[in-house]
């Protein structure tokens, strides 16, 4: 039989309780559980609601502030942008797969070096920080140049979607929204979208 996903409750005086282990833990103790690729679920003790979008936020922000921040400022901005925005779930699901496939990347490497090099080699321990050493300018272009694919794939995917919209409702007037970098201009008194 399967091991039931281990079950956290968060109690009013925000202490956390492993109904596992039967002992309080901390928030450092649930970042061991997701390093460990560990399966648990935080619940409110009172209500039942589902808080583990909370704490790993919250784990989220202590990484943050603790010196060596993954997300800019610029960074974040954009991502508070999509909120509310038609994208927002679209985004999510963006964001999601690049980051399995970054990680799916980097699990092989890290199996390429163990086929190589052994598990217990002191070579094969160090080797993704060698790599990355060496390697960083090289894996940077080539991330900036998937990140620059992915960026025209998701205005190609916009541009679709704004296409196909407007063939949809051909009888209604738009308004000419500027792209980046182009001048707003308001359609012509009497012309609709066909007359371009």
């Known amino acids: 039989m399967p091991e039931q996903q281990r079950l956290i409750k968060k109690y009013p005086n925000r202490r956390l309780y492993d109904t596992r282990t039967s002992s309080y833990i901390t928030l450092s103790d649930v970042k061991e559980l997701v390093l460990g690729n560990e399966e648990f679920q935080v619940v ?7 808080l583990t979008r909370t704490i790993l936020l919250q784990i989220i922000l202590e ?13 974040l901005a954009h991502m508070i942008r999509f909120y509310g925005n038609a994208m927002q779930g679209m985004m999510g699901k963006y964001l999601e797969s690049n980051i399995k496939a970054f990680t799916e990347m980097q699990g092989k490497l890290q199996d390429q070096a163990r086929a190589i090099y052994g598990e217990n080699s002191p070579v094969g321990q160090d080797l993704w920080a060698q790599f990355l050493n060496f390697q960083g ?13 992915s960026r025209k794939m998701f205005e190609q995917m916009q541009q679709q979607l704004e296409s196909q919209t407007r063939n949809m409702f051909t009888g209604f007037q738009f308004p000419q929204y500027a792209r980046p970098g182009e001048e707003r201009t308001a359609p012509a008194a009497g012309k609709g979208d066909s007359d371009k």
Do not use: I, R, W
């Open 44 to 50: 409110d003790a009172k209500t039942g609601e589902d």
């Open 63 to 75: 990484e943050e502030a603790g010196g060596a921040p993954m997300f800019t400022s610029d960074l």
């Open 137 to 149: 300018p090289a894996l940077q272009s080539m991330m900036g140049a998937y990140v620059d694919q």
